[in-house]
């Protein structure tokens, strides 16, 4: 036992850190599932303020973009302070139009000494990195509830009844 803690010790003092250095001094990770910077379909956004609502962090407030927007009469946006966002992606889960939706940008790129550079107005949310989550994705990656479950398989059986009646 305290062999085999000696040992472990010694192997760990002697292996590389797992945690990457950022900015730019390790090699990037990337993964299909990453929660990254964000994109904002300014076309789809109505200004319903949904995004503002849910974010936990409370790191999402809405300006307004001159410009015409058939969708948003009022012409306001979500704009994203990124020092505060804990990449969560509730805002895209709960954006009722699909506005929103995840990057693979993630520390590297988004890394930055100057504070003010974080907060990003509606126009600078735009793709820097490949798309990764979108509504669509996040919602086809939860099970179904157990009562919808238990209705799909009561359904199959009564079709199997009627097919065979
Ligand atoms: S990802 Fe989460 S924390 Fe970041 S803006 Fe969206 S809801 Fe807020
Ligand atoms: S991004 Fe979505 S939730 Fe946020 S204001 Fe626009 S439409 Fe509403």
């Not at 990453?34 to 300006?63: E, F, N, W």
């Not at 505060?84 to 139009?97: H, Q």
């Not at 550079?117 to 939860?142: A, D, H, N, R």
């Amino acid at each position: 036992m305290v062999l085999s803690t000696i040992k472990n010790a010694i192997k760990y003092m002697v292996k590389k850190p797992y945690t990457r250095q950022v900015p730019r001094k390790d090699k990037r990770y990337k993964s299909e599932n990453l929660r990254g910077a964000h994109i904002l379909y300014m076309d789809k956004c109505t200004g319903c303020s949904m995004c503002q609502r849910v974010c936990p962090a409370a790191c999402i407030d809405m300006v307004v973009v001159e410009g015409d927007w058939p969708r948003n009469h009022r012409k306001r946006f979500p704009r994203i302070d990124h020092s505060k966002c804990t990449f969560c992606a509730l805002c895209v889960e709960y954006c009722p139009f699909n506005a929103l939706s995840m990057t693979d940008a993630t520390g590297f790129e988004l890394f930055t000494t100057d504070k003010s550079k974080t907060l990003k107005m509606p126009q600078e949310l735009k793709p820097i990195g490949k798309e990764t989550l979108t509504k669509q994705k996040l919602l086809s990656s939860y099970a179904p509830p157990y009562a919808l479950k238990k209705f799909e398989k009561a359904l199959e059986k009564s079709r199997k009844v009627s097919s065979s009646g």
